[in-house]
């Protein structure tokens, strides 16, 4: 019953809650349908000077990751394309304090929330 | 009476703006120093930011202060790897320029009471931001003295 829940809220999120966006590794690319998680700042610093960096999660099914025909889990360095409106701007896929690229939103592994810092403009 | 540290943090932003540099600069004075990725995407930011000051007895009659200025260089380095660590050289090239310009001694500050005598560049960048961030970051500290 509770991956029946599971399943029945991811199949809700993916129908209202997404936009869609590319995601790239090397010359690869696909449109998958993502939420945009949390956005928080994770702070950069030299000597008393620090540099501010959007970070952002994007949920995405993990079964909507296929690269030139071959599923995919996320790894470093992968990209994605996200326009919010106000212009295309590329995320790097990267590892949280948990050293973790990735990680699942339930125990039934449907969906995945991706860490990612903000790149710059497409 | 204003803040002679803060006269000569306005004094060297007003220089750097004033400035012929290979690669055009805004800077100012920060009182927080820091940037949104985001702002660095549009081309270089520079802050300056008053770092320490001391003050010894020099004479009977005289102190010696020295003043240290922290100038931060920043700019994104968006694009693939090449255009990334073009910008990376002439960033490195900019911070250069910097120096050699204070280290001038030509230069003088404040009407021509405080003369710069170090420069250090601590880091050169950050290869861990360029990396995280694509952000060049870069920190120019000037020693600066006045004895009166």
Same mark, same amino acid.
């Given at each position: 019953m509770l991956k029946?829940?599971?399943?029945?809220?991811?199949?809700? %999120?993916?129908?209202?809650?997404t936009?869609?966006?590319?995601? %790239?590794r090397?010359n690869d690319s696909?449109?998958?349908?993502?939420?945009?998680? !949390?956005? $928080?700042?994770e702070?950069?610093?030299i000597?008393?000077?620090?540099?501010?960096n959007?970070?952002?999660?994007?949920?995405?099914r993990?079964?909507?990751l296929v690269?030139?025909?071959?599923?995919?889990?996320?790894?470093?360095?992968?990209?994605?394309?996200?326009? $919010?409106?106000?212009?295309?701007i590329?995320?790097?896929? !990267? %590892?949280?304090?948990?050293?973790?690229?990735?990680r699942?939103v339930?125990?039934?592994?449907?969906?995945l !929330?991706i860490?990612t $810092? %903000? !790149?710059?403009?497409? | 009476? =204003?803040s002679?540290t803060?006269?000569?943090?306005?004094?060297?932003?007003?220089?750097i703006?004033?400035g012929?540099w290979?690669?055009?600069?805004?800077a100012?004075?920060?009182?927080?120093?820091? #940037?949104?990725?985001?702002?660095?995407?549009?081309?270089?930011?520079?802050?300056?930011?008053?770092?320490? +000051?001391?003050i010894?007895?020099? =004479?009977?009659?005289?102190?010696?202060t020295?003043?240290?200025?922290?100038?931060?260089? #920043? +700019?994104?380095?968006?694009?693939?790897?090449?255009?990334?660590?073009?910008?990376?050289?002439? @960033?490195?090239?900019l911070?250069?320029?910097l120096?050699?310009? #204070?280290?001038?001694?030509?230069?003088?500050?404040v009407?021509?009471?405080l @003369?710069?005598?170090?420069?250090?560049?601590?880091?050169?960048?950050?290869?861990? @931001?360029l990396?995280?961030?694509?952000? #060049?970051g870069s920190?120019?500290?000037?020693?600066?003295m006045?004895v +009166?």
């Open positions: 029946w829940g599971a399943s029945f809220l991811s199949q809700k %999120r993916h129908e209202s809650m936009e869609t966006v590319i995601y %790239r090397g696909v449109s998958v349908k993502a939420t945009i998680g !949390r956005t $928080n700042s702070d950069q610093a000597s008393e000077f620090i540099v501010d959007d970070r952002i999660d994007f949920i995405v993990a079964s909507d690269l030139a025909t071959v599923q995919i889990t996320a790894q470093d360095g992968d990209e994605i394309e996200y326009d $919010n409106g106000s212009g295309a590329i995320y790097t896929v !990267r %590892r949280d304090e948990a050293d973790q690229v990735s699942t339930d125990e039934f592994g449907g969906d !929330r860490h $810092n %903000r !790149r710059g403009p497409a | 009476m =204003s002679r803060l006269d000569l943090v306005d004094e060297i932003v007003t220089l703006n004033a012929a290979t690669t055009a600069v805004i100012e004075r920060k009182y927080i120093p820091g #940037f949104q990725v985001s702002e660095l995407e549009s081309g270089v930011k520079v802050a300056v930011v008053p770092k320490a +000051r001391s010894e007895r020099d =004479s009977r009659i005289t102190n010696q020295e003043y240290q200025i922290d100038i931060g260089v #920043f +700019r994104h380095g968006a694009g693939n790897e090449a255009a990334r660590d073009a910008i990376v050289d002439s @960033m490195v090239e911070v250069e320029e120096e050699a310009y #204070f280290m001038n001694r030509e230069v003088t500050l009407a021509d009471e @003369m710069v005598i170090a420069a250090e560049t601590a880091p050169v960048y950050d290869p861990d @931001m990396k995280d961030s694509g952000v #060049f920190v120019l500290t000037l020693t600066i006045e +009166r």
